[in-house]
């Protein structure tokens, strides 16, 4: 098949709405994955808003472990997004053949090469004010730049790259979402309904990116235990068990992990880290071979059949603190008061916006009123934001998709 000067060779995926080929290009030696959509389908349906707010935020974002746009086609039956080719596949796939080749989950090593990766990806695209909101291990692909390292399944020389940016949303002037989206096996407590003491009547929380943080959370415990963080019969069992707050790591565990994952899996978004801050999490940051044992006296009531019993509801267990005068990252066992670290930058910036008033910046598509509702972005509104962009030559906005 072809299109333009793109040549659409094999499927390499098939999703829920779209197909993906291998693609090469005239004249040019890369290769490249396109998302073939069903116009007929598309045209008629919501799924239109989505096609368009993943072109829009695939051109803004720029960053080694985001997936790079291309291109964009159209035909008389399909539509075209042409990416970046990832010959690494999902990272689901590569956690279920390593399992199957050595009978274990990723050791720590390789998870703090993912998630050194991974955290980097979220802090760019949260200081961009977007938020994915549907983030797992099937939406994480691996790229090796050398055949060898693929054709040996040497993953310590594989590269995160994020895709499917097509739930991703602006974060809003109230900083909060509402919107039911996500993957169901990473079901953030933030999508939970939460009821009045007084009142009892039950209202939806409100979510932000901390709902990623917690989904990055499930992504880290999946590939560190071989499932998932809160593996569920069905949606009402899932609830239960998320509600619930409680999960559990081996004993086994370095300090540094248990710490980390604690840091996201909070049940409460404010008690979890935001991206910036994780970035200098000790398990980000510190060589694995200093990495420590967890203290078993200190933690001796929660043990029980050799696994660590965590809650994240409760403020009783592995906390990660911030020295405020050095910014040097700390760590503390059961007990501890959390103390929401904030750096001089983020002080910086919560001023900013406290004393100037001004809404964020948004991102998202141009559209009608029903797009906006899921976006929130106008065409007058997507000039500026071309404006803001610091490669305006990495935006181009067909015609076609602006009018739709």
Same mark, same amino acid.
């Given at each position: 098949?072809?299109? =333009?000067?793109?040549?659409?060779?094999? +499927?390499?995926?098939?999703?829920?709405?779209?197909?993906?080929?291998?693609?090469?290009?005239?004249?040019? #030696?890369?290769?490249?994955?396109?998302?073939?959509?069903?116009?007929?389908?598309?045209?008629?349906?919501?799924?239109?808003?989505?096609?368009?707010?993943?072109?829009t935020i695939l051109q803004y974002?720029?960053?080694?472990?985001?997936?790079?746009?291309?291109?964009?086609? !159209?035909? &008389?039956?399909?539509?075209?997004?042409?990416?970046?080719? +990832?010959?690494?596949?999902?990272?689901?796939?590569?956690?279920?053949?390593y399992i199957n080749k050595y009978?274990?989950?990723? #050791?720590?090593?390789?998870?703090?090469?993912?998630?050194?990766?991974?955290?980097?990806?979220?802090?760019?695209?949260?200081? &961009?004010?977007?938020?994915?909101?549907?983030?797992?291990?099937?939406?994480?692909? @691996?790229?090796?730049?050398?055949?060898? =390292?693929? !054709?040996?399944?040497?993953?310590?020389?594989?590269?995160?790259?994020?895709?499917?940016?097509?739930?991703? +949303?602006?974060?809003?002037?109230?900083?909060?979402?509402?919107?039911?989206?996500?993957?169901?096996?990473?079901?953030?407590?933030?999508?939970?309904?939460?009821?009045?003491?007084?009142?009892?009547?039950?209202?939806?929380?409100?979510?932000?990116? &901390?709902?990623?943080? *917690?989904?990055?959370?499930?992504? +880290?415990?999946?590939?560190?235990?071989?499932?998932?963080?809160?593996?569920?019969?069905?949606?009402?069992d899932l609830i239960e068990k998320?509600?619930?707050?409680?999960?559990?790591?081996?004993?086994?565990?370095?300090?540094?992990?248990?710490?980390? @994952?604690?840091?996201?899996?909070?049940?409460?978004?404010?008690?979890?880290?935001?991206?910036?801050?994780?970035?200098?999490?000790?398990?980000?940051?510190?060589?694995? !071979?200093?990495? !420590?044992?967890?203290?078993?006296?200190?933690?001796?009531?929660?043990?029980?059949?050799?696994?660590?019993?965590?809650?994240?509801?409760?403020?009783?267990?592995?906390?990660?603190?911030?020295?405020?005068?050095?910014?040097?990252?700390?760590?503390?066992?059961?007990?501890?008061?959390?103390? &929401?670290?904030? =750096?001089?930058?983020?002080?910086?910036?919560?001023?900013?916006?406290?004393?100037?008033?001004?809404?964020?910046?948004?991102?998202?598509? #141009?559209?009608? #009123?029903?797009?906006?509702?899921?976006?929130?972005?106008?065409?007058?509104?997507?000039?500026?934001?071309?404006?803001?962009?610091?490669?305006?030559?990495?935006?181009?906005?067909?015609? *076609?998709?602006?009018?739709?």
């Open positions: 098949m072809k299109i =333009d000067n793109y040549l659409l060779e094999t +499927c390499i995926g098939i999703g829920a709405f779209s197909k993906t080929y291998l693609t090469s290009k005239k004249d040019d #030696p890369n290769k490249y994955a396109t998302k073939v959509y069903d116009r007929e389908e598309i045209d008629k349906s919501e799924r239109m808003n989505y096609l368009r707010n993943e072109i974002l720029n960053h080694p472990n985001i997936v790079k746009f291309q291109d964009v086609k !159209k035909s &008389k039956r399909h539509y075209y997004i042409i990416m970046e080719y +990832c010959n690494g596949g999902e990272l689901s796939k590569a956690l279920e053949k009978g274990k989950p990723f #050791p720590e090593e390789l998870v703090q090469h993912f998630m050194k990766q991974i955290i980097s990806a979220f802090k760019y695209i949260h200081e &961009k004010k977007i938020i994915h909101r549907y983030i797992n291990l099937d939406n994480i692909l @691996l790229h090796f730049e050398n055949e060898e =390292d693929l !054709k040996n399944f040497d993953l310590m020389k594989s590269t995160v790259k994020i895709i499917d940016f097509g739930f991703a +949303c602006k974060i809003s002037k109230t900083g909060l979402q509402y919107t039911v989206l996500g993957s169901p096996i990473n079901l953030h407590p933030d999508l939970l309904k939460t009821t009045n003491s007084s009142t009892k009547k039950t209202k939806q929380l409100g979510y932000n990116e &901390k709902a990623d943080i *917690w989904s990055i959370g499930a992504i +880290c415990y999946e590939m560190v235990i071989g499932k998932p963080v809160y593996d569920a019969e069905d949606m009402d998320v509600e619930n707050g409680s999960y559990e790591v081996p004993i086994s565990m370095s300090y540094e992990l248990v710490s980390f @994952l604690n840091a996201m899996l909070q049940y409460n978004s404010e008690n979890r880290l935001t991206a910036s801050q994780l970035s200098r999490h000790d398990f980000i940051v510190k060589d694995i !071979k200093d990495f !420590k044992k967890i203290d078993l006296q200190k933690v001796s009531s929660k043990i029980k059949d050799d696994k660590l019993k965590m809650n994240t509801i409760k403020n009783k267990t592995i906390w990660s603190i911030f020295n405020d005068d050095s910014q040097k990252l700390l760590t503390s066992i059961d007990g501890s008061k959390f103390i &929401k670290p904030i =750096d001089e930058n983020e002080k910086l910036e919560l001023e900013k916006n406290k004393n100037i008033g001004v809404e964020l910046p948004s991102h998202g598509i #141009p559209g009608n #009123p029903k797009e906006q509702e899921i976006t929130g972005m106008t065409k007058d509104e997507i000039q500026q934001f071309v404006k803001e962009v610091n490669e305006p030559e990495y935006i181009c906005y067909p015609e *076609w998709l602006l009018d739709g």
